[in-house]
Structure formats: structure tokens, C-alpha cells
């Protein structure tokens, strides 16, 4: 999603030349190009698909099916992880505890179909300014405390350092998250103001905002995780320019935090 | 702030007009007209000034001087609470816990002068979305930790629904706060997307959003506030309007949450 103006083919090629092992991929991209095309176009790079983004929006009608769908797309691209962004309150509604206690239903009804096809599901926290039309589980310590009813192999967290950075209470559920094995994602993306209109493409260069990076690694590692890290930028500057550019300095600046 | 193109004298007419019996004054048109003028014109009009907005902004250089300067006009409108919007991260800082730290220190250099003028100071967390830019305390946990460190009756917390509405540890914090006595502010706004570029000016008028206002009024009574309840909406579209007209709508939606 970083570098969404570079076609799968050309995504794929650019990773394999800068030396980037493997890529989390979106759903819309993937089934414009043909699950099955896409899943060979990266395997046969010798990419790893690092994650599936995203199952979730349980609060819309329709949910079941859709997330059987993505449960499916992620089996057939080969990732053992789909993020989940659970949706927001449902039309007209104003409860929120209400809202929670049905993703949570979902989630419950979802995960056997899951672990049937050996993908796991991430629960993934939204930044608070999303609980009412796109996430209704705004910290860790919510989404843990729906990954907590499931097997940790089967159920477990996104942490996105864009959506957590501000909540103190957040090291410590990210230690008792990787204590019990439920980091199964980790994403960076920085915090930069003004936020644009909509608040949804204001995800900032690594480097270029409030967050402290480094410390939100050291914390994810101190607390046993060793999988991937991903960059999860939207953010309209960034997909306004060239896509190779974009992606180099995504890198470059990686590796500088 | 709701109806800030109406000028202070106007204000204070159709409030006596429309039979509210108080308002919440900010500290700009009130220097702007003069606030021993301003003091004598509420003062003569009969209506009660529920609070000072604001002080604050202690990460700034230049703080203390602001700060007994806002509890001196507050004391000089005749107000006892004085509301603090705490200010975000120190420029170029990432180090979100020491501007908390900073903060707090800040707030305890400053409340002996606040209790020798007999103004309370009343901690307002802000949204989390405002985290780096206006205000560090992003939670009613937060501010109540900062506040606990002091007497009740000087130091204390706002409870405004439109920054603590998504945050499902806020109900019970709502209840701590006001069984010592530190609620010294209580403020309706609602959240209503999509956010507008910046997300300062957002909030929606009572009713039109996704919070359970009525849900929240309860809660701070059942915590036992018996205080004014203030409406504070920052909306562009709002501020476009007739301001009579807006504040006689405002009215109207506070009456039907």
C-alpha cells in the first residue's frame, strides 16, 4: 500500500533489486491481478507474502462471506497472517461496547474457517480516531483482550506503531502480547501533523514524525518478536510520486530508524 | 467558542434572552474587549462565567508567564476553574512520557498561585489525535495521575465528551474523578466524520454524531456532578452561520441529549 502506483509486476521486480524479502500485500490489488497469478508472480520472485491486509469490518452486513474470502486469498498467496480491521459502529449506532462485543462474536465465528486453511488472524488496533467508522478497537489491551479468548497460534494482534505510539498503557501490553506469542504483525509508519482532511492519508514518512521508531522496536524485539517488519504508509504525497523513488527512500529511510 | 462570531456583547444578550444561565468563556475576545469590561458585563447581565479557556501549553517556553496571567483573568471574570490544554511535544522531541513529566512539574509550579487567586486548575485530556501538537495527556487516567498529586479542590479534570467518548477505560475514571471531587469541567461535543483537514474545527453538534450523550451526561452525574455543563463545538461550518441562530440551535440539541 506504500507504493500502491507500482503494479504487482513491477513491485515485485523492484523488491527483488533492492533486497526487500518479502511484502504484505492488500486484497484489491491482488484480486485485480488473479489470486493465483499473484501468488506465483511473488513466489516465483523468492518473495515472502508477509501479511494479507485486510479481513475484518464485522460490523457491515456481509462480513461472513468477505472474510472467508480474504481467509482463502491468504491460504492461496501462501502468508499465514491476515490483519484484521474490525469496523466501526453500525449504521445508526451509537454503542460502542456493543460494536466490540460483535467483532468479537465474529471474530469467533471466523476463526475455525481460519485455522482450517492455517492462517492466523491480527487483530489490529486503530488509532481512537477511527472508532466510529473504521475500527471500534482502538487499543491493545482491546484487541488482546479478543485475541486472549482464542489459541495464541490462531488469534492475535497487529501492532502498528501510527496507531499506538501515544497510548501509555501500550509497552505493556505489547510485552504481555509477545510474552504469550500474539505479535503476529508489525507495522511502521510515522506521525506527522497537520493531519489531511479524512485523517486516513496522513501516514508520514518513517523519520519525519513524532514517533520514537527505534524505541517501538526495541520494545516489539524485547518482547520475543522476530517476524517481519512492514512499512504501511497511505499517505497522498507519497502516491503522487514515482513509485521506484517512493520505495527507495522507503528503505533508505528503514534503515536509518 | 461555539458561537465565537458573536461578539461579547451580543453573547451575553441572547443568553439572557434564550435563559442560559451561564457561559464558558475563552481568554482572546476577552482580552479583546477588556476583561475587567468583560467581567462587568456578564457580571451586570446576571450570567455566571462556568470556566476560563485556557491555559496550558506548558511545553511551550513562555509558559509560566501565560499561565498566571489566564489564572489572574480568570480570577478577575469572577470564575473559580481555569481549563488546561497541557501542549504536546516539545519542538523536535519524540519523547512523549517527558512531556508528560514536564507537564505535570509544570502544573505543580504553577498551582500555588492558582490557590493563593482562588482558581481551580482542571486538566482536559485531549483526543489522542492531538497528541503530539496540543496536548500530551491524551487520557482521563492520565490527567486524573496528574491531578492526584494535588488537593481536590485546586486541582482537577475536564471530562469533554468529544476527546474521551471511544475510550472504554474513561467510565470508570469518570467515577474515581468524581467521587474525590476533581471534576471541575464537564463539556459536550460530537464526533462526526469525516474529520476536516487539521481536525480542530470536527465537532459535530450534539446529536448529529456517534456519541451516546445522554449515556455520558448520566455517568458524570452518577459520579456526582452537579456543575454546569458546557457545550464547546469547534466547527467551521458552524462559525460560518448566524451566530443567534447557532446558539438557539445549540440550545435546542442540548435540550433533546
Chains 1, 2 share one sequence.
Not at 460494536?99 to 465465528?109: K, L, M, S
Not at 477511527?130 to 489491551?141: G, I, N, Q
Amino acid at each position: 500500500m506504500t507504493v500502491k502506483q507500482l503494479p504487482l509486476p513491477e513491485l515485485v521486480a523492484h523488491c527483488v533489486r533492492l533486497g526487500i524479502p518479502g511484502i504484505g500485500l492488500w486484497r484489491e490489488p491482488v484480486r485485480a491481478y488473479g489470486t493465483e497469478d499473484a501468488a506465483a508472480l511473488v513466489r516465483d520472485a523468492g518473495l515472502a507474502v508477509t501479511t494479507l491486509c485486510r479481513g475484518g469490518f464485522f460490523t457491515t452486513d456481509g462480513w461472513e462471506e468477505d472474510n472467508r474470502a480474504a481467509i482463502d486469498e491468504a491460504a492461496a498467496l501462501g502468508t499465514d497472517t491476515l490483519v484484521l480491521v474490525s469496523g466501526g459502529l453500525p449504521e445508526g449506532s451509537r454503542d460502542l461496547p456493543g460494536a466490540r462485543a460483535r467483532i468479537a462474536d465474529a471474530i469467533g465465528a471466523l476463526a475455525p474457517y481460519a485455522e482450517e486453511r492455517g492462517v492466523r488472524l491480527a487483530i489490529e488496533p486503530l488509532h481512537p480516531m477511527f472508532a466510529s467508522d473504521r475500527c471500534a478497537v482502538s487499543t491493545l489491551d482491546q484487541a488482546l483482550e479478543i485475541a486472549e479468548r482464542f489459541p495464541a497460534e490462531r488469534v492475535g494482534v497487529t501492532v502498528d506503531t501510527y496507531h499506538l505510539w501515544w497510548d501509555d498503557r501500550a509497552p505493556a501490553a505489547v510485552a504481555r502480547a509477545g510474552a504469550a506469542g500474539r505479535i503476529h504483525s508489525f507495522q511502521l509508519a510515522d506521525w506527522t501533523t497537520p493531519l489531511p482532511a479524512g485523517v486516513l492519508h496522513g501516514r508520514g514518512q518513517l523519520g519525519t514524525g513524532a514517533i520514537d521508531l527505534p524505541g517501538w522496536a526495541a520494545l516489539v524485539e524485547r518482547a520475543g518478536y522476530t517476524g517481519p517488519v512492514e512499512v504501511e504508509l497511505f499517505n497522498d504525497g507519497l502516491w503522487a510520486r514515482d513509485g521506484a523513488e517512493v520505495l527507495e527512500e522507503t528503505l533508505e529511510a528503514f534503515l536509518a530508524v
